[in-house]
């Protein structure tokens, strides 16, 4: 069964550098999604792609968060200078419209900033 | 704004036993879905089973099944005959219809569910 990948499983940054979380959704999916779980907390939306551009975004989704399809395959999330509450288990999602059409989750990038 | 409720921090069962979580959520529209989501301590986010609300019967998946009342927005869930394997977090998630837009999912707080041998 085809599945959404990520890479890398954990990333370690140092406060104040940039990171970029890559997923490659399911190749026949034309919507995409991050999500963030913070240690201990619920999963949430952080935003929505379609089309080559957001169709929504949360509050949490500020100026420090881009997202890029960049070649057709790769849907990335970069975070420019990053704080210490990024650290979070970030979640790709990708999945198409309709009732019966779930959205399939990746296995996580475990994002630590020191 | 949907919100969605997961009541219960924890629970546990004896192994063959029946758990059941529950969910409740609000929202404005008739048209809607939900699902519940495993999250196992790898991490990984695993769908258990989804309910579309146009539908009155209660959605069933081998051992899971879910008892959906959307009158009173409820949504729990029921493993019957626990096993080990099942030991995990269990997100509880709404979807709006696609008449309404984007298809985010809203989650509720998570039950860790514990399964005693």
């Known amino acids: 069964e085809p599945e959404v990948t990520q890479t890398p499983s954990h990333q370690v940054t140092q406060m104040g550098q940039e990171v970029i979380l890559r997923c490659v959704p399911i190749?026949?999916?034309?919507?995409f999604y991050w999500y963030r779980q913070i240690l201990g907390q619920k999963v949430e939306f952080l935003v929505s792609f379609y089309n080559n551009e957001i169709s929504e975004k949360s509050e949490i989704f500020d100026d420090q968060f881009s997202v890029e399809r960049p070649d057709g395959s790769n849907f990335t999330l970069k975070i420019r200078s990053t704080k210490l509450e990024d650290s979070a288990m970030y979640f790709c999602a990708s999945g198409n419209r309709g009732s019966n059409q779930p959205q399939h989750f990746g296995d996580g990038t475990r994002l630590s900033i020191l | 704004a949907q919100t969605v409720t997961q009541s219960q921090p924890e629970m546990s069962v004896q192994e063959a036993e029946t758990v059941t979580l529950s969910c409740t959520y609000d929202?404005?529209?008739?048209?809607?879905?939900l699902f519940w989501y495993k999250q196992p301590p790898s991490r990984q986010m695993i769908l258990v089973i989804r309910?579309?609300?146009?539908?009155?019967q209660n959605a069933t998946e081998n051992r899971f099944s879910v008892n959906f009342q959307k009158a009173a927005k409820s949504f729990s869930l029921k493993i019957s005959d626990s096993q080990l394997g099942d030991a995990a977090m269990y997100f509880c998630?709404?979807?709006?219809?696609?008449?309404?837009?984007?298809?985010?999912?809203?989650f509720g707080t998570g039950t860790r569910l514990t399964i005693i041998p």
């Open positions: 190749s026949n999916h034309l919507y």
């Open positions: 998630a709404y979807r709006p219809s696609p008449n309404f837009g984007n298809e985010k999912l809203t």
């Open positions: 309910q579309e609300a146009y539908k009155q």
């Open positions: 929202t404005s529209e008739s048209d809607y879905y």
